[in-house]
Structures are given as C-alpha cells and as structure tokens.
C-alpha cells in the first residue's frame, strides 16, 4: 500500500500533468515456461521498460491472470516470473477476466496515480494484451503498445503477433519498439 500512498502523491505533486504508467501484464510462470515466441528479447525488452519508469518514478503495474484451473491462486506457475526485475517495482494486481480493466481496483489506481497514457506489454498479444489495448482505447486512454515487448505461444506467433499490432494500430494505438520507445522524449 505504501508504494501506491506514493504513486497517488508524485501523481498529484505533478499537478495537472498527465502520468504515464506501465502495464506488465501476465508475465506468469506458468505462461513463460511455455513456448512464447522470443521470450528472452521479450524478457529483456519489459526489464529495460521498467528500469526506465522506476528511474523516471513512473508507476509500473503488473497484472497477473488468476484462474481455477492453471493460473491458480497461489501457486506456483501463478506467480511473477523471476526473469522480471525488480520484481517490487510496482503494485500486483490479479485479474479474472482478460482485460485488466474489468477489475474495479485497476481502474480507480490509475484514476488515483494520475496515469491517462498506457505503455502495454507482456503475454499473450492475441488474449490479455489485446482486451487491455482495445478497452483502453475505449475509455479514452493514450495506448502506446510496444510492438517488441509482448509475445504468445500461439502456433503461428510471428502472424498473430504482426495481425494485432496492425488491428490495435488502426484502432488508434501508437506502436513502437522498446529501442524507439527509450530513445524518444515520450517517457
């Protein structure tokens, strides 16, 4: 609770001034001990993102699927990854459904902490991923999906990963690479 008191306080020190926030979302161990299409880059691409937000003191949210049956509560492959680092730089907040903003809790943080820009990462682009991008755009949130830092396991990953940043880009999503993201002034 005290790293969300301090988020809500940096968002209200920066008055009006719109915040940004992080998404990793369902960066499991369960889902990562799967297939997932480039895993290490993706790994490596979501740590260097949340190296840059904890630096900038921009909130970092990871979101982790809760379900009855392999995502169980309290297990094991429920858990964060250990590839994510730090992994207490930001709140966990469990999920049932796939879009993180069915979960009440999720939308009153980011109300709270000020953030009205998105940058969305993690598993899998053509589930999670892409309920979060789509209700976000819906609710008048800034989106900018980065188009090498979220994965699935999918048979033909590379196809699905290609069609949802092109479905999610044409819905007004900003897409870019986790290299242009860090080198640009939006952070």
């Excluded at 979302?25 to 840059?52: S, T």
């Excluded at 009205?116 to 598993?123: E, S």
């Excluded at 880009?169 to 993201?181: C, I, K, N, P």
């Amino acid at each position: 609770m005290e790293y969300l008191q301090q988020v809500a306080k940096e968002g209200t020190a920066l008055s009006m001034a719109e915040r940004t926030g992080l998404l990793v979302i369902d960066m499991q161990k369960e889902l990562l001990a799967r297939p997932v299409f480039h895993k290490q880059a993706l790994l490596e691409n979501v740590n260097r993102l949340i190296a840059r937000f904890r630096e900038a003191k921009e909130p970092v949210f990871f979101i982790r699927h809760t379900n009855n049956s392999f995502l169980k509560e309290g297990t094991d492959g429920w858990q964060l990854d250990p590839g994510l680092s730090p992994l207490n730089a930001g709140p966990v907040l469990n999920k049932t459904q796939s879009s993180v903003f069915k979960e009440k809790a999720f939308r009153l943080l980011l109300e709270e902490s000020g953030v009205r820009t998105l940058v969305i990462t993690g598993l899998v682009s053509n589930g999670c991923v892409q309920s979060a991008c789509t209700d976000a755009l819906k609710q008048g949130y800034s989106v900018t999906l980065i188009k090498d830092a979220h994965s699935t396991f999918h048979k033909d990953a590379e196809k699905v990963i290609a069609l949802w940043n092109a479905k999610l880009e044409q819905l007004g999503a900003r897409l870019v690479t986790t290299e242009e993201y860090l080198s640009s002034s939006h952070h």
